[in-house]
């Protein structure tokens, strides 16, 4: 069908618009990857700026590129066309659709659309789209193990919990729950997301503390099931990174992480959630002075990209929808697709933290960056972080004040304490139960000559230069 278009402004190469000299394979590849993406025209006869150069369209011209097109395409595509008219130059534009089922060959290739240019799929792109096309979780297979690899205590407390949350109310027959939540089949198969959940699996979450690039600190591989994995997790980065503390005077203390811990637990759920588990590769989280950053195993799932997760408007693709579903029933995850729009929310609070993300080969990357701010020794302490209320704005200056054995009496004084059961609660036994401080009489607690002194791993915990701390 012809239709003339002589008025349609012209706009650059994009995500859905492709420009060619003459028809040819290329053509071909463009209306592939438009249709395995959002769809697109491509039109022919005109050069890269979008200028038309012309082509000449015979009697037969328009339909001997549509066969061209049915048979070098597998399902077939056959395209929309129309004529395009520029100061008395022709040029035959084709059209076609997202295509309902993906993906689409040229000549047993796969191609989709990045932005401005066409790119050969790989095995894992290809069986992705199949699945989103078909609109089938990777996490819904059957898993080489069956119920004995499973513990039931887990499903048990997944099941309060769920009941408790109140999004869905699950029954006494744990059977019973786990095929309504498509977790185990009518043949009692177990999915790789019963597994994953409450099984023993080969997943592994790597989580480690670096002073650099190359010096390791503390690290721990994390193989549980995935919940209480998390909880796990959280706590290794809790230990791994600072928290401040204030009073206003009462007992009652105003504490501030050096990451907010939402934004950490999200980060950490996206990588849980979205990873792809057709890799068998490690979840990866490093912990530097100045920022953490979480790495995990497939890139964006469907058409996203990552400018779209900048936005608070993006549609998620979910790669593995059960688990998404468990996690939302438990109450991590609020609403599907918002995990990065909460992400920035518990950001605003926390103004110098730089975020970003990226995807690095078949890995996509979140990074948490927050500038190192020089240590202060309590001598050297203006009076701001000094006050009669009694403040300490950084474990670190406890830390450097135990070089040497020092009693609470003196650590009280330095800091300005007034009440020695809040610094005790607070402050020294958070650190003695962390192993970053020490008792020097440990089997006499109470004795009047106890000291207190830094441990070789909170010596590790603070910057051994002038140039920064933890």
């Known amino acids: 069908m012809l239709f003339n278009k002589s008025h349609e402004s012209m706009k650059n190469e994009s995500q859905t618009i492709e420009y060619k000299k003459s028809f040819g394979k290329e053509v071909i590849i463009s209306l592939v990857a438009f249709a395995n993406t959002n769809g697109g025209r491509v039109y022919v006869g005109m050069d890269d700026t979008g200028i038309v150069s012309g082509i000449n369209i015979g009697n037969e011209t328009e339909q001997r590129y549509i066969n061209e097109i049915k048979v070098a395409t597998y399902p077939q595509l056959i395209p929309k066309t129309f004529v395009h008219e520029s100061n008395g130059k022709t040029a035959l534009v084709f059209e076609v659709s997202e295509y309902p089922v993906k993906p689409v060959a040229y000549k047993n290739r796969y191609y989709k659309r990045i932005k401005n240019s066409n790119h050969l799929m790989n095995l894992d792109e290809i069986v992705d789209l199949q699945q989103q096309s078909l609109q089938i979780s990777y996490d819904a297979y059957p898993a080489s193990s069956g119920m ?100 206003d005077g009462s007992l009652t203390r ?48 469907g058409n996203l990209n990552i400018e779209d997760l900048y936005r608070d408007d993006y549609v998620s693709s979910i790669r593995n929808k059960l688990l998404a579903e468990a996690f939302y029933l438990l109450g991590d995850i609020e609403k599907f697709g918002t995990g990065f729009l909460r992400i920035r929310k518990a950001l605003k609070e926390y103004p110098e933290i730089d975020f970003r993300m990226e995807e690095m080969g078949d890995y996509f990357k979140s990074v948490l960056t927050c500038p190192v701010v020089p240590v202060q020794l309590p001598e050297q302490q203006s009076d701001k972080h000094r006050t009669s209320t009694g403040q300490v704005s950084d474990k670190s200056m406890l830390l450097e004040y135990c070089q040497q054995p020092k009693s609470i009496k003196e650590m009280m004084k330095v800091f300005n304490f007034k009440h020695r059961e809040t610094f005790m609660n607070n402050h020294l036994k958070p650190l003695v139960s962390s192993g970053l401080i020490r008792m020097t009489i440990p089997e006499k607690p109470t004795s009047s000559k106890q000291r207190y002194v830094i441990t070789e791993q909170g010596i590790n915990e603070i910057s051994t230069d002038k140039t920064g701390r933890r």
């Open 148 to 247: 004995e690899a499973i513990h039931i205590d887990l499903i048990e407390k997944f099941c309060s919990k769920v009941n408790a949350m109140g999004r869905k109310m699950l029954l006494d027959d744990m059977n019973t729950n786990l095929v309504k939540l498509k977790l185990v089949d009518k043949e009692k198969k177990v999915s790789l997301a019963a597994l994953l959940l409450f099984g023993d699996h080969n997943y592994s979450i790597h989580i480690g503390r670096f002073k650099s690039s190359d010096t390791i600190i503390d690290d721990v591989l994390i193989k549980d099931p995935l919940i209480p994995a998390l909880d796990e997790a959280m706590l290794f980065i809790k230990k791994h990174i600072n928290l401040s503390f204030s009073f």
């Open 254 to 301: 105003k504490e501030r992480w050096q990451y907010p811990l939402e934004a950490v637990r999200e980060l950490l759920l996206n990588a849980v959630v979205h990873r792809d588990y057709k890799n068998t590769s490690d979840i990866v989280i490093k912990i530097f002075d100045d920022r953490i950053e979480f790495s995990n195993p497939g890139t964006i799932y």
